[in-house]
């Protein structure tokens, strides 16, 4: 297996800018062991059955991308440096403290001791700068201040593929799953984005139950592997919570013969994670790494309802180890040859796991 396996070229027109209206409209491809089915969101309670169990993630997105200007700098060479560089910086992991792990555009005119006065009256410091590009922002006053002041003034850190001149308040919304709860992630878990309250509303009609999870999705979960051999990706680590009732509710589901469908890669990734090998459930709150590539072996999910991936990304290895390689292979034709629309507002496809 190599990283090369899970390639494929995808024209640019099939990634979708925004997502469909209403959101049930978005077009559903079922993937079975023996067939593929074209239906729509709205028709997600039809495959489903009656005790059938929904786990979704409850994250919410942070707004974390800030624009500004670069401030009073130290002196270099003798000479003090030019202020006023315009930076912009997607704010991705909490360090606690109002201390922030932060992508930054262009990084390399950010020096340590550096002072940015984003939009909205933030000012932080650049205190790190490491290996991997990313640099380390202590903002000034308490980090509850600085969530206040995010959801007013920031943009949604939207994924580099949906194009934006400038940021979009349509996207606050749009970018945000109707589950969203606890605020933590810096990347939506894009399979929620299709669900509305009347949908939910027909899925319960149905006997179809749903519990919530938390992973808060960082950037790691989305970037593309780049070694050869997919073994040597690291994944990045994610914080999640599975509480005591959700924890019961699957095991319970289970037992009695209901199937486990996992609304996203992230709800997955965290089940598979806080189980033993029986597939039994436990309560957990903590860190997790899971990668999950062809050969590994589910022990909770049945069915998996996910969008279209990225080629060479870790999700693409997911959704293929998931459902088998080959039959992803022929799904992703089918819906590039149907015009189906691609990644975060695109559409979806729900996944039976192969055996």
Known sequence: ???????????????????????????????????????????????????????????????????????????????AERS??????????????????ALAKPGRRLRLGDVVEFDGGLSATVVERLDTGEITLAFD?????????????GSMPLPPYIKRDAADPRDREDYQTVFARHPGAIAA???????TENLLAALHARGIER??????????????????????????????????????AVNETREAGGRIVAVGTTSLRLLESACNDTGWVGEFRGEIDLFITP???????????????LPRSTLLMLVSAFAGMERIRAAYAHAKRTGYRFYSYGDACLLHRET
Do not use: C
């Open 1 to 79: 297996m190599r990283t090369a396996d899970f390639d494929y070229h995808l024209p640019r027109d099939m990634i979708a800018q925004r997502p469909a209206e209403p959101r049930e409209a978005a077009r559903l491809l079922e993937v079975r062991r023996d067939a593929f089915v074209d239906r729509t969101i709205r028709d997600l309670p039809s495959p489903l059955r009656p005790g059938d169990l929904l786990v979704f993630n409850d994250t919410k997105v942070i707004p974390t991308r800030l624009f500004g200007r670069r401030g009073g700098s130290p002196a270099r060479d003798g000479a």
């Open 141 to 153: 006053g308490s980090e509850a201040s600085l969530y206040a002041a995010l959801e007013r003034t």
């Open 211 to 248: 519990r919530g999870v938390t992973l808060h999705v960082g950037t790691g979960t989305f970037l593309s592997v780049t070694t050869e051999d997919p073994r040597d990706h690291r994944m990045h680590a994610e914080q999640g919570e599975i509480t005591g009732e959700t924890a019961r």
């Open 295 to 309: 050969g590994y072996r589910f022990r909770v999910v049945d069915l998996l309802l996910t969008n279209f991936h």
């Open 84 to 101: 006023g560089a315009k930076i912009e910086a997607t704010l991705h992991r909490s360090l606690g403290h109002g201390i922030w792990r």
């Open 189 to 195: 878990p894009t399979a929620g984005l299709h669900f």
